[in-house]
């Protein structure tokens, strides 16, 4: 009885929030914030172009589904690396480790940095001399279980910073997902809401303005007086995902993968992607997203991976290389161990 009302409950909240998602794209496009929260981590299922949240297992699924951590019966941790548009450098740590019959938990840490930027000023256009480095940073702690042998479940707390030049905002995110796998020919299904939170905001010393007050006398000094930042939504979309096995043989896999995506900051996106998998040693994977938006950036996408025994340790490196519209391709690279 308490794991259905558990069931019920989350996937309740799952349509509920869908409604709002799937109203939001016509009125609030673009003005979604917090923008790290979308980089993409783990080069396995970007390899696909992230259409396979229902096959995401393992560290990976922190970003993906964090339902497919259910599964997990070792104790994993994943490094990932991507240099990203603009000389913007995103890396992010994992690691995951089941308890017991209690389920699974997970702590990630996703960093992003932009390099040394010049400050600018009314007074000074071109520059004071000064320079400052953007930073923000995300903090996740995980917790999946396998609610029954067919379906599984998995949430993510998330904590959010941004530094930017004397200003600052900071604020909290949650993910929830699904997997339901009905034991029918590898096929699997997946859902997941993403980035679902309150507002953030800017605050600090950024803000600060030196004006004149009115009807004093001459030399009297300049009132500080802070401006108020407008809050920004997160970048919040539901998906849901299939998947499904065309081989799966003791010699190779071979795994199709789809999945639509409603956003709340843009046009809505479709995925799809593959992988094939020999001996569970090498992989060859490949995608494609699409969406009505004109300046859709994304596309194809192609990666592969190994997967090699060292000792007691399994050892993985993937690598995915995806399409960016305007701009350099982008590289992920993550590299894996499982103990």
């Not at 997203?289 to 007691?312: A, E, P």
Request: proline residues 4%; hydrophobic residues 40%.
């Amino acid at each position: 009885m308490k794991m259905n009302f558990l069931k019920v409950l989350a996937l309740g909240l799952i349509l509920l929030r869908a409604s709002d998602l799937s109203a939001a794209n016509d009125n609030q496009f673009g003005t979604a914030g917090a923008q790290e929260l979308k980089i993409p981590v783990g080069a396995r299922n970007i390899a696909m172009a992230g259409a396979g949240i229902a096959g995401v297992h393992g560290v990976d699924a922190i970003f993906w589904n964090p339902a497919g951590l259910g599964s997990l019966e070792a104790t994993q941790a994943s490094i990932t690396h991507l240099d990203y548009l603009l000389d913007v450098s995103v890396n992010q740590a994992a690691v995951a480790t089941k308890l017991g019959s209690m389920g699974v938990m997970a702590l990630s840490i996703k960093a992003l940095t932009m390099g040394d930027i010049p400050v600018t000023t009314e007074q000074s256009p071109e520059g004071t001399g000064e320079l400052f480095a953007p930073a923000m940073t995300v903090v996740g702690l995980t917790f999946a279980r396998q609610l029954t042998d067919r379906v599984s479940f998995g949430a993510t707390g998330m904590f959010i910073s941004e530094d930017i030049h004397r200003v600052q905002a900071s604020g909290m995110a949650f993910d929830f997902g699904f997997v339901y796998d009905p034991q029918w020919h590898g096929l699997r299904f997946g859902a997941t809401m993403k980035n679902y939170g309150p507002d953030m905001a800017f605050t600090g010393s950024g803000f600060d303005k030196d004006v004149p007050l009115p009807g004093v006398d001459p030399g009297i000094p300049d009132k500080t007086v802070r401006t108020e930042s407008s809050p920004f939504e997160l970048p919040s979309f539901l998906q849901f995902g299939i998947g499904y096995d065309l081989i799966n043989d003791n010699q190779s896999r071979a795994a199709v993968y789809g999945s639509y995506q409603s956003n709340n900051y843009s046009n809505d996106e479709v995925r799809m992607g593959a992988e094939y998998g020999w001996k569970e040693s090498i992989y060859l994977r490949g995608g494609y997203s699409g969406s009505s938006l004109d300046q859709y950036i994304s596309g194809l996408t192609f990666g592969g991976g190994v997967r090699l025994k060292w000792g007691n340790t399994n050892l993985t490196f993937d690598y995915a290389w995806a399409r960016a519209k305007y701009f350099d391709a982008n590289q992920w690279f993550s590299l894996g161990f499982e103990f």
